[in-house]
């Protein structure tokens, strides 16, 4: 029994992992349409604003709930402000632009942080369950991942903002003959994208040595879980997250971690083999 606790814990966690990774590309790309090779790069910033709002002393939630998504959100506006808005549409040449920003930003973090390993401690201590034991902050991770789906749906669903945003994304002519601006709400989306990364980024920091390269551990299990999610937001990200997060633990409780990671490379490919157009181009379609 503490085995197969530790276990559903395990895989509750990776499935978590790979929502909060997906989520600000979720809304990038899978709303926007944006390609955004920098994602990752965004979840590293998030890292680094958490860790340096540690160090000058504000409270680690603090810094990872509200500073390092407001820090990068605002870092995605003056991008989106900058470069994106000339981009809509272009998808190659949003790639070209996107990997660009990445090396950029990679380059930046260097010469303010250097090329050193820097971290904070978890805040939540590990406990043990029989012979085993538990990192305490993956609790925080999976109720992070939880109230973040939750607070997506609601904002969407159920928010005059959400619905406009809905609405832009699939007919802006539509919208601004309404008398919206739909370069103001891809300007909102964008900035919601890249602080959704940044939160992602800030919740890991206590869980990896951060270096100014980090964002290259993330974007391409981000990419497979939002493609592989298919249209559907919130459906999608869930459904795909399961799906690769259970495999993953089960081949590396079964295996190794190696192989886990592996596995879900491997799932992906599969799946996306089987259903071109994701999990809910096939099932769950009308769902948000």
């Not at 939540?124 to 109720?143: E, K, R, S, T």
């Amino acid at each position: 029994m503490d085995l197969a606790f530790v276990i559903l814990v395990e895989m509750l966690y990776a499935v978590a992992s790979l929502i909060l990774i997906g989520a600000g590309l979720a809304v990038v790309f899978g709303m926007m349409k944006v390609i955004n090779l920098a994602h990752g790069e965004f979840m590293m910033m998030g890292g680094y604003a958490t860790i340096t709002a540690v160090n000058l002393g504000v409270n680690i939630f603090v810094a990872m709930l509200v500073v390092a998504p407001l820090v990068v959100g605002l870092i995605g506006l003056v991008v989106e402000r900058l470069v994106i808005r000339h981009l809509y549409g272009r998808l190659v040449d949003t790639m070209l632009a996107t990997w660009g920003l990445s090396l950029f930003f990679i380059g930046l973090v260097t010469m303010i942080f250097g090329n050193t390993t820097t971290g904070i401690s978890t805040p939540i201590p590990g406990f043990a369950v029989g012979d085993y034991q538990i990192n305490g902050y993956n609790f925080f991770v999976i109720l992070a991942a939880i109230a973040l789906l939750i607070g997506v749906l609601l904002v969407l669903r159920t928010t005059r903002a959400g619905l406009v945003a809905r609405g832009a994304m699939q007919r802006s002519d539509m919208a601004a003959a309404l008398g919206y601006s739909p370069d103001r709400i891809y300007m909102a989306t964008f900035f919601c994208g890249s602080a959704l990364s940044g939160l992602a980024g800030a919740v890991f920091a206590p869980l990896v040595g951060l270096v100014p390269t980090s964002g290259g551990a993330y974007i391409a299990k981000a990419f497979i879980t939002v493609i592989a999610g298919g249209p559907s937001l919130v459906a999608g990200l869930l459904s795909s997250a399961g799906v690769f997060g259970i495999v993953s633990q089960i081949f590396t409780f079964a295996i190794s971690p190696v192989i886990g990671e592996v596995a879900l490379l491997v799932a992906a490919v599969i799946l996306l083999r089987i259903m071109p157009q994701g999990i809910t181009g096939r099932f769950f379609k009308g769902r948000l």
